[in-house]
């Protein structure tokens, strides 16, 4: 009788697959998975205790850096929850253009996304289409906040920079050009066999579970809840405008592929009707005390991240730091599903899986 | 050539053989560093990149560059390896892939041995290459190696099969086992070539032979996004050069063969295209064919393992019997 015993496999945090330095110890029976441990804290930073010494300006570069791929909406959550404690009133102007930059970012995000999930997969150039259009939205950012990664653009009560002139005709642009790559992103990938041979029915969970497990984003969408901030707790100006919020049924990989891609034609959508929609003159700052101390009490503000729900939580004693914050990272809650859908697939499909879960270490471990 | 090899074996010709078998490698690794090139650029071009351009001019001696690279780096053996095999592993990967260049006829002149199992030959011999890297995984005493190397096994025996299935028909075709008769069968338009009257064997050695080479989209032993880099992650240095280098000699063979049997070797594809050389065309078509593999590459996400194993054997393998049948009923009925 042959002797057979599982293979421990420990996979990251330095490995090309995870996305940065998540690690996650694997039992190996042949190639079959049995066992699933994520250990997280390689990226940890201690953002939440450093921002008690901290006024509520210097807080915002520090959310940049937690999701790095989408800088933006996390700016906003920040200085969103602080504009709900204070009861501040953001210029229309202001809100116009943080609402642009949001939806750019989706999609830049949503680009990223795509390309090096099919990187994990094994396709090499989507990722370099990607990071090309990418580049554009990359290049509006630095236009407008002279960053291109870690913006430091928001502001409670407004925006730091108004839009320089002819930016918006830029994101007018841009609209026509990013619909057009995506119906060649749908023919090079989306109808490859061998493409769906690998997502198709990998890594399926049910609404419940989705629900159980706290996922957001995609992730709960992809099994048919409708559930997307924008529509259902609408923030920012989103109910001025149509969009539609996809929909998976079956909640694999493939839906929540799918669902990543029309997010992007959805956020296309927004930014048409928000750059028709631009105020032509106004203030990019609203009235706000020189420091801001907001009253004593507790607030979460949760938005749609690219992930998911973004929240921030703050208590507040009534000074310029706050006395406890709290972030609700998407990333983070998404990837708790992970051991239970890995138990029983494969190492290939180790990778299918998470880069499906769509996540930034910096968000994981913020 | 021929002849040569015909004569009795003197001193004289043994040196004569051996300056010619140094020629060819010196072909082949020109090959081979124009290879590495070429698909760079040819992938960056794809990927709106440059490729190579810094090392000589239009990045020439970029590839040349890398080798010295590799030549001068530290050879280092992990401490827990298996030593002798670890050494071995290389060298059973190399010399197979160097063998079986022997057997293809390049012109009507130009070829080196011309064995009656030519076909045969290169079957036998390009599976041995698959032995070092199981070896090269198990010897590495790495848990990403083994699971490349044990892919590796895996994915030999679900596509050698189908590989050597789908070329029968080609072989009942022309009565032969020898690369030399199989060209000659072939005529001098490009109606007259294998790959018409044997389409179904011609998808099958492409799909067999791109999963022989372990090239996107069956690169599963190397899987760079899964296993890391697969069987060679311990290797460095020269060692891992012969791992690289067997793969683009793979390339040259593979290509080599595909014209050989499917695409009419040297002859024209059409007849009052005669009058050019017969190794301008081979070079054409064979250049065609490691264009196509390169292609693939920039186009491609990888299949799994257990998904390539299935096409092996309940697709693959099942129309390539099916594809013997269909020759055998032709040549029955037509009686040629």
Known sequence: ?366 | MQELIQQSFTWQNGLVFFGWGVVFLFVVLGFVTYAIYFERKVIGWMQLRHGPTRVGPLGLLQTVADILKLLLKEDTIPKKADRALFILAPVLVYVPSFAVLATIPYTQSLGFADLNVGLLYYAALSSISTIGVVLGGWASNNKYSLLGGMRSAAQMISYEIPLVMSVVGVIMLNGSLSLRTIVGGQGNNFWEWNFLPQIIGFVIFMIAAVSELNRTPFDLPEAESELVAGYHVEYSGFRFAFFMLAEYVYVFAISALTTVLFLGGWHPPLAVLDFIPGLLWFVLKFSFCVFFLFWLRATMPRIRVDQLMSFGWKVLLPLAILNIFLTAAYIEIFNK
Not at chain 1, 347 to 364: A, K, P, Q, R, Y
Request: proline share 5%; aromatic share 10%.
């Open chain 1, 1 to 366: 009788m042959i002797r057979t015993e599982e293979l421990l496999l420990n996979v990251g945090p330095q490995h090309p697959s995870t996305h940065g330095v998540f690690r996650i110890v694997v039992k190996l029976d042949g190639e079959v998975i049995t066992e699933a441990t994520p250990v997280m804290g390689y990226l940890h930073r201690g953002t939440e205790k450093l921002a008690e010494s901290l006024n509520y300006t210097q807080i915002i570069p520090y959310t940049d850096r937690m999701d790095y791929v989408s800088a933006m909406t996390n700016n906003y959550v920040l200085v969103h929850a602080v504009e709900k404690m204070m009861n501040i009133e953001v210029p229309e102007r202001a809100e116009f253009l943080r609402l642009i930059v949001m939806e750019l970012q989706r999609v830049a995000s949503h680009l990223v996304w795509w390309g090096t999930y099919l990187l994990d997969i094994g396709a090499m150039s989507p990722f370099l289409y990607a990071f090309r259009d990418r580049e554009i939205i990359i290049d509006l950012f630095n236009e407008i906040s002279g960053a291109r990664l870690t913006y430091n653009y928001m502001r409670v009560g407004g925006v730091k920079w108004d839009a320089p002139s002819g930016w918006i005709d830029k994101v007018r642009d841009f609209i026509p050009y990013m619909r057009k790559r995506m119906d060649e992103y749908d023919r090079l990938v989306s109808g490859n066999e061998i493409f769906l041979a690998r997502i198709k029915g990998v890594g399926q969970y049910d609404a419940d579970t989705a629900i159980a497990y706290g996922l957001s984003g995609a992730n709960l969408r992809c099994t048919g809840v409708d559930w997307d901030l924008r529509k259902t707790e609408p923030y920012s100006l989103y109910d001025r405008f149509e969009f539609d919020v996809p929909l998976g049924q079956k909640g694999d990989c493939y839906d929540r592929y799918l669902i990543r891609l029309q997010e992007i034609h959805e956020s296309l959508r927004i930014l048409e009707q928000a750059v028709a929609q631009f105020p032509s003159g106004g203030d990019t700052m609203g009235k706000v005390p020189r420091v801001i101390r907001p009253p004593a009490g507790e607030v979460y503000a949760r938005i749609e991240s690219p992930r998911g729900e973004i929240g921030c939580y703050i208590i507040s004693k009534g000074k310029a730091e706050p006395y406890r914050l709290k972030f609700r990272r998407p990333s983070f809650v998404n990837l708790q599903i992970l051991p239970k859908l890995l138990v029983g697939e494969t190492m290939t499909n180790l990778i299918t899986i998470l880069g499906g879960v769509d996540i930034v270490v910096g968000e994981v471990d913020c």
